[in-house]
């Protein structure tokens, strides 16, 4: 069997005194979506900042086609071809689509001290690039990216994302912010990162969701692993459970039924 | 007619309907004389000397920046070349390298600072206008007696710096024209201009993307000093004479032809042709109202209407160029 693109092993993550990861154990895999569940402050988001290079473990190891790497920094993490999608998409919503596409990659065209940035060129591939992602109402790579949908945005940030060379997607909560529809879209879009051979890293606090696209499930509280399962072990209701710690949510269900009825009745 | 939408797309749709209806209105209202008001120097030379410091701070606007230190390196840029070539007679070619390279310094100091610290740059050259103030005031008292410091330039600066066309039009006209070519070509044709774009709109996410954005704040706040000296340095061949004070007035000037021309404040929106126009329409409706039959003293009032009907059409159209809405639509 092929090493996982990405595994971290035994992470720990403390900020002084304050330990806010144990012992964090995941793995990775090319055409696979990893979907990390959790209620707000369970560590996702200092397990995405270790995963993307912004923080540097306090112990254990971050391997990478079996061999270990460090990253010191968000370009190395880049680099070695992981790429994070944040939940508003990362882009700059007054530039337009072309321009904003290759920030700090520009393709120009002339040569040297006369290198033009290649506008046309640029609107091009950014617009293919979308549309092979099944977007096809977006048509003219000028328009501001203020202008597209919140769905939209993010498949743009996951298309640039896909162009630029990435291995390993990280989808921070990327469908918190959106409708429905929206919603399914992007669900969509991840799906098809997926068959075109990227390991996904989900992270979200919608169970939904993440049944719709997930293969591998790990749920985080307070900031360990408590649950790790494949597609289909679990209901959503024991996942549900799971994330809110316990029983917990049954309970809260049934008192907010019955406060509805007595309202009702009342 | 594809033109025209993109017109009402683009940064300076809002500052191109400003023009024409500041015209309009001192011909019809006013009873300007076209004619006359056209080919009058009195606008032109004023909107050129802000004008070539306007491209600048209006690239540092978009890429979220803002230098004030301008209005005190006009007047130092004036008093460097005065210093060395009236006052100490060296070559000319001195004192502008040196007028020239003082603003390159205090440009990597504006710049250095606002980069290295945390501090708004609006405070940064708040303070570096005060204390190159201080310093310009102290140099033209101690070292040559007096604010206003004598310089007889050689016939070639002349020609090219502080030349009276048809007695007239400042030659400095031309170095905005071909400046605003430059700053054009760097701002909508190069990486360079796309780097200031994406620095504007999220500075954070433009690091990680691999932009330089410490070294592209750092060259912005070096061509915004430098070309205020620049200013100073053809106003001192051109009248052979220096002011310490002249610079102030420029700093409410400048901003306002930038923001007429459709930058955004917060930085990530404008262009180059919209700080152009901005600051032709901001000059017509300074210098154009004493073309008019209107009563001098109401200047402030049409100057203050004009610039809040522009803003309210810059933030109207902004919201335009969001719309999708293609053309099958």
Redesign the interface.
């Known amino acids: 069997m092929t090493h996982p693109i990405l595994a971290l092993n035994h992470i720990n993550k403390s900020f002084g005194p304050i330990d806010v990861l144990h012992d964090i154990s995941l793995t990775v895999r090319a055409g696979e979506v990893l979907c990390l569940l959790g209620d707000n402050g369970a560590g996702k988001s200092t397990l995405i900042k270790i995963l993307s290079g912004v923080h540097i473990p306090t112990s254990g190891t971050i391997e990478m086609d079996g061999a270990p790497v460090s990253f010191q920094s968000?370009?190395d993490a880049?680099g070695r071809g992981i790429a994070t999608v944040h939940q508003f998409g990362?882009?700059?919503?007054?530039?337009s689509i072309g321009?904003?596409f290759?920030?700090?990659?520009?393709p120009?065209k002339g040569w040297g001290p006369f290198?033009?940035?290649d506008r046309k060129k640029a609107n091009e591939i950014a617009i293919k690039s979308i549309r092979d992602f099944g977007i096809t109402?977006i048509?003219?790579g000028e328009?501001?990216v203020?202008?597209?949908s919140g769905g939209e945005r993010q498949s743009l940030a996951i298309a640039r994302a896909v162009y630029f060379g990435a291995r390993v997607l990280i989808l921070d909560e990327p469908t918190a912010a959106l409708g429905i529809k929206q919603a399914a879209h992007v669900l969509r879009i991840v799906n098809q990162a997926k068959k075109k051979g990227l390991a996904v890293v989900f992270i979200t606090h919608q169970v939904t969701h993440a049944m719709a696209v997930g293969d591998h499930f790990a749920v985080l509280i307070r900031g360990s692993i408590a649950a790790d399962f494949k597609k289909g072990d679990k209901t959503r209701e024991e996942i549900t459970d799971l994330m809110a710690g316990g029983s917990a949510m049954a309970e809260l269900e049934a008192e907010i039924e019955s406060d509805a009825h007595h309202a009702h009745v009342a | 007619m594809v033109l025209i939408r993109n017109l009402f797309r683009s940064p300076a749709a809002a500052s191109v309907l400003s023009l024409v209806a500041t015209v309009a209105f001192y011909v019809l209202v006013g009873r300007a004389d076209v004619l006359a008001l056209v080919s009058a120097a009195s606008w032109l030379n004023f909107a050129a000397n802000l004008g070539i410091v306007a491209l600048p701070v209006g690239l540092l606007m978009v890429a979220g920046e803002i230098d004030i230190s301008f209005g005190a390196m006009i007047p130092a840029g004036a008093i460097t070349t005065a210093l060395l070539s009236g006052t100490y007679g060296l070559p000319i070619e001195i004192g502008m390298l040196g007028a020239l390279s003082l603003g390159v310094i205090v440009g990597l100091v504006n710049g250095i600072l606002s980069t290295s610290t945390k501090v708004p740059s609006l405070l940064i050259t708040l303070g570096t206008l005060t204390v190159m103030q201080g310093i310009v005031l102290w140099a033209a008292m101690h070292l040559a007696g007096n604010a206003s410091i004598p310089l007889q330039a050689p016939a070639w600066a002349k020609f090219l710096f502080g030349q009276l066309i048809n007695n007239s039009h400042q030659v400095i006209i031309a170095w905005w024209i071909i400046l605003v070519g430059v700053f054009g070509l760097l701002l909508?044709?190069?990486?360079f201009?796309?780097?200031i774009?994406?620095m504007?709109?999220?500075k954070t996410?433009?690091r990680?993307?691999?932009?330089p954005t410490e070294r592209v704040t750092i060259m912005l706040f070096v061509f915004s000093a430098v070309s205020a000296c620049f200013v100073g340095m053809c106003g001192a061949i051109l009248f052979n004479t220096t002011q310490v004070s002249g610079g102030m007035s420029y700093i409410f000037n400048v901003i306002a032809s930038i923001v007429v021309g459709g930058v955004?404040l917060s930085g990530?929106?404008g262009s180059v042709m919209g700080i152009f126009i901005g600051t032709l329409t901001f000059s017509i409706v300074n210098k154009g109202i004493s073309f008019t039959k209107i009563n001098p003293n109401w200047a402030n009032l049409v100057i203050g209407v004009v610039l809040v009907l522009a803003m309210v059409m810059n933030e109207y159209f902004r919201k335009r160029?969001?719309?999708?809405g293609?053309a099958s639509k």
């Open positions: 968000p370009r880049s990362g882009t700059f919503p007054l530039m321009r904003s290759f920030v700090g990659a520009e120009t290198k033009i940035f109402r048509d003219d328009r501001l203020g202008g597209l | 909508h044709k190069t990486s201009g796309n780097w774009y994406a504007g709109g999220d996410s433009a990680n993307a691999g932009v955004l990530g929106f160029a969001f719309h999708y293609s």
